[in-house]
């Protein structure tokens, strides 16, 4: 298995215009999440860019970011058009897609992901579970919940759904954490197909892949890490570098 982690990023963002290159203890939020990636060492890390002022932050921190078409229209559209410029002859088998907005991602849950890939053979897409943080959780349809099928050493297990909706019962519920893993076959045929029912219905892009036959399975991470999504999340990540410089 020979992997490389690309971060999608762009300057466009509703809640929070600019994002990637908002200042986080002294350092833009893209350059603090390719740190951690780089951090993993499972391979080359780069950012998959849709405007040039991240590719210029990049480059100036000494990392390497490709220019996208800034029109593409997800994540993954974006890191499989930066894979075709860094990799044109395949070298690399698995892809691991980093968000852009996870300036403290632990480098190990990378790692994870990226085992899943090397541990499971049946595994198409691999991804990232933490246990939910409050009650709260179980009823807020901005928390993606998983539904796994545990392996008996509880660090993993495979993914039988995804849903915003209310889920009931006793057990525990699984946090999706926007971080995959593909085989890039995987990505390729995920990226042909269009929306599925699924997909359009949650509003959840992952169910595309489900509904194709594909298997995702999903490690357990000990908690979910800080994601920017608005400005209160920025100040939490601001003081979070203020606690840890």
Request: net charge negative.
């Amino acid at each position: 298995m020979n992997p490389i982690v690309l971060i999608p990023a762009r300057m466009a963002a509703t809640r929070l215009p600019d994002k990637p290159l908002a200042d986080i203890g002294g350092l833009p939020m893209i350059v603090r999440v390719l740190n951690q990636a780089l951090k993993a060492n499972i391979g080359p890390v780069a950012v998959a860019a849709g405007d040039r002022e991240i590719v210029e932050a990049v480059h100036a921190a000494g990392g390497r970011a490709v220019l996208t078409d800034p029109q593409l229209p997800s994540g993954s559209d974006r890191i499989l058009a930066a894979l075709a410029e860094l990799d044109p002859h395949f070298e690399h088998d698995v892809v691991i897609n980093l968000q852009g907005d996870m300036p403290f991602v632990d480098p190990s849950v990378l790692s994870a992901c990226a085992g899943l890939l090397q541990d499971f053979g049946d595994c198409d897409i691999a991804t990232v579970v933490a246990a939910e943080a409050s009650p709260s959780d179980r009823t807020n349809p901005d928390v993606v919940k998983a539904v796994l099928a545990m392996e008996d050493d509880g660090t993993s297990g495979r993914a039988l759904y995804f849903t915003r909706s209310t889920l009931y019962g006793d057990g525990p519920i699984w946090r999706h954490i926007g971080i995959y893993g593909y085989r890039r076959e995987a990505l390729e045929a995920f990226n042909a197909a269009a929306p599925s029912a699924l997909e359009q219905r949650e509003k959840l892009e992952q169910l595309r892949a489900m509904e194709l036959g594909m298997t995702i399975r999903a490690a357990v991470a000990p908690e979910a890490p800080i994601s920017v999504d608005n400005p209160s999340d920025l100040e939490a990540a601001r003081e979070q570098a203020r606690k840890t410089a």
